[in-house]
């Protein structure tokens, strides 16, 4: 009995990266919202509250990263959950750019987010996750 192998588009090849990228910024606010790097982009808090910023921002990066596996592995669920999470980012960035954060300094978050949401969407990608 021979195994199946699915064939990764290179739509998802992309999608994958950008989802990882968006990992890899999560955890760049979380360190910052910790205090643990610096302050590059502009001053960063979450309406004086910094550890719930640490947490959320925290929590968002384990599951980009669970996400990013899950769509290198053309799991079908991980390109909607992707979508929802990076409108969750975009959502998360407003409010941190609300809660006395500079918008230079969470201006990365939006855009890669909206690079992924955007492109999550396209058809290509979605045809790509379609069932047979």
């Known amino acids: 009995m021979t195994a199946m192998t699915r064939h990764r588009p290179f739509g998802v090849t992309l999608l994958a990266i950008f989802a990882a990228v968006s990992a890899v910024t999560s955890l ?78 969470e201006l990365p978050a939006l855009l890669i987010n909206a690079l992924v949401l955007l492109y999550g969407m396209s058809p290509q990608v979605r045809m790509a996750f379609a069932r047979p």
Not at 39 to 63: E, K, M, R
Request: zero cysteines; glycine letters at 6%; charged letters at 0%.
């Open 28 to 105: 760049w606010y979380t360190l910052q919202y910790l205090h643990i790097l610096p302050f590059t982009l502009g001053p960063v808090q979450f309406y004086s509250f910094d550890l719930l910023g640490a947490v959320l921002w925290g929590i968002t990066t384990a599951i980009w990263v669970w996400a990013t596996i899950n769509l290198w592995n053309l799991n079908p669920q991980a390109l909607m959950f992707v979508v929802f999470l990076a409108g969750w980012n975009i959502i998360l960035a407003l409010l941190s750019w609300l809660g006395a954060s500079s918008f230079q300094a």
